[in-house]
């Protein structure tokens, strides 16, 4: 029989989608009776508690990311400072926590600062190669050291099939560790049939692009003779508003996500890798709106919208009209 292990599980906290994805490892490591301490902040902490009420979640230092109202180099820059003072409070936290308690696992969702070279550290990321706007060079080179302090890098893929250049080519260092495990998502497990067909909105990701695509979703779909339901991404949020034939939900339980995924005739949504695992799984139509300024959610977006069942608008250019002719030709 298999020794239980004691595991640390840290999550980052970039909108929902760490989170969301990590959820089927945790209830993985849970059914076969291993001890699961969580460790996030924010909207992804407040996520992870309603999910598994039962498991101690600690607060972690936060990477405070923002994208600004406009696409700035100078925002850029500053997000990558507050990227790199956010590993160094994470290694600060993470050895008063392992002083305070005993381990046998660390498995980090994207938190390049939780590892310990004394105990087995594995890494969760899809992107072993960034895409930036400038000292691409310089932001990889980083990016593999942070990589390289773990045991191991597992990628939520298959053959490379949706993160496309984001994986691939494998650094030469790094390729011993890689592992890819196949798409994560907490709907895997969720058999639900279609009750109605809606048009659904999702919005995720980091203030204030999540409130300026929020607002612009709500008034078109108010503006639909269709039923439709906008996700705000927001699990402080539990009351509904309805507004005509438009439902709006801060937050749902899985099973009622699952629920409104599968009437879904059509997603309307950001192109981060998590919601599209989601979709993929769930072989949905998507209209897909990469946030301004994060270079990997355009990639994902362009590398996606070949495929037919994709249509890629960007925010800047999005309107009623586009955004009507978009729904009528997906659907």
């Not at 595991?7 to 059914?31: K, P």
């Not at 809606?198 to 779909?221: D, M, N, T, W, Y």
């Not at 995924?261 to 799984?281: E, F, P, T, W």
Request: net charge positive; glycine share 6%; proline share 4%.
């Amino acid at each position: 029989m298999l020794e239980k292990k004691k595991i640390l599980f840290a999550v980052l906290n970039w909108g929902l989608g760490h989170a969301t994805r990590s959820w089927e490892l945790i209830r993985q490591l849970i059914e076969q009776g291993d001890e699961v301490i969580l460790a996030s902040d924010g909207e992804a902490k407040l996520f992870l508690e309603k999910e598994f009420p039962l498991l101690v979640i600690h607060s972690i230092p936060s990477y405070n990311i923002k994208y600004s109202q406009k696409d700035t180099t100078i925002g850029m820059l500053f997000n990558g400072v507050k990227i790199q003072s956010a590993v160094r409070k994470e290694k600060k936290w993470l050895k008063q926590f392992l002083a305070d308690n005993k381990i046998n696992q660390i498995i980090s969702d994207n938190r390049y600062g939780i590892c310990d070279l004394s105990i087995p550290s594995v890494i969760i990321t899809h992107q072993i190669n960034i895409k930036a706007p400038f000292a691409s060079w310089f932001v990889n080179f980083q990016n593999r050291i942070w990589l390289n302090q773990f045991d191991e890098i597992w990628v939520p893929d298959v053959n490379g099939e949706l993160s496309g250049e984001l994986s691939r080519p494998i650094p030469s260092k790094l390729l011993s560790k890689v592992k890819e495990i196949g798409w994560l998502s907490r709907f895997k497990q969720q058999k639900k049939t279609i009750q109605k067909q809606i048009i659904l909105a999702v919005v995720s990701g980091p203030e204030p692009q999540k409130s300026i695509l929020s607002a612009r979703l709500k008034s078109f779909l108010t503006q639909l003779e269709e039923e439709s339901i906008l996700y705000l991404g927001c699990p402080e949020i539990n009351q509904q508003e309805k507004i005509g034939n438009l439902t709006i939900k801060g937050h749902a339980s899985t099973s009622e996500v699952a629920q409104d995924l599968a009437n879904a005739k059509i997603v309307i949504s950001r192109s981060g890798y998590s919601s599209l695992m989601d979709y993929k799984i769930l072989n949905k139509k998507m209209i897909l709106i990469p946030t301004p300024g994060q270079d990997e959610q355009l990639y994902l977006g362009k590398y996606l919208s070949v495929n037919s069942e994709v249509t890629l608008i960007s925010q800047k250019d999005l309107n009623f009209a586009n955004f009507k002719s978009a729904i009528f030709h997906a659907c």
